[in-house]
């Protein structure tokens, strides 16, 4: 964005790179040893599900492929939540693998046409304190923290991971841009 657009009164508005969630995998040792996340060895896709045909068969395409290499006991499911979003969770104890396996989710849905359903990607990870969610959102093409913590959003802790975290992964600026994502079902068992 230039100086012009800012005066004009334009914004762009970043495009999605899905090749930015190979990120995760290269950010694994600052998560683990510089900011003491250990990876859940889940994550998952949130998507707008939609009445088609064609639709449900590119997730049933997508839940073959996830499930496909069945000796590194990868698994995918999908969850329905309250707010109307559907998830697909994927298991795999290797967090370059479940990298690998979200991208490809999120691949397949674009090379299909359905872009404009795809929402978010998360990745969980396990802190002392609690879960810590790193959220790709696929609109703007950046990431976020969201840390839940008793009902409510540990900003500091937020913050902090944003800073530490900025080198190596696109972070997303606007901080009311940064979507809580209550009750994701990548934080259950």
């Not at 900011?35 to 088609?52: H, I, W």
Request: hydrophobic letters at 45%; aromatic letters at 10%.
């Amino acid at each position: 964005m230039g100086i012009f657009d800012i005066l004009r009164g334009e914004r762009r508005i970043p495009r999605a790179d899905l090749d930015a969630l190979f990120g995760v995998s290269t950010a694994e040792s600052t998560l683990e040893i510089n900011l003491g996340l250990e990876a859940t060895g889940r994550g998952g896709v949130c998507f707008k599900p939609v009445e088609m045909a064609s639709f449900a068969a590119v997730l049933d395409d997508i839940e073959q492929l996830v499930d496909l290499d069945l000796d590194t006991g990868a698994a995918a499911r999908r969850v329905d939540d309250e707010f109307g979003f559907s998830w697909l969770v994927i298991d795999d104890e290797s967090l370059t693998d479940l990298v690998v396996r979200i991208h490809a989710v999120n691949r397949v849905m674009v090379d299909a046409g359905f872009s404009s359903q795809l929402l978010c990607s998360v990745f969980a990870f396990e802190a002392d304190d609690g879960p810590v969610l790193l959220v790709y959102s696929y609109k703007r093409g950046t990431f976020y923290p969201f840390v839940p913590r008793d009902g409510s959003r540990d900003t500091a802790t937020e913050l902090r991971l944003r800073a530490s975290l900025a080198a190596e992964l696109r972070m997303e600026p606007e901080l009311e841009r940064w979507f809580p994502v209550w009750g994701a079902p990548v934080l259950g068992a």
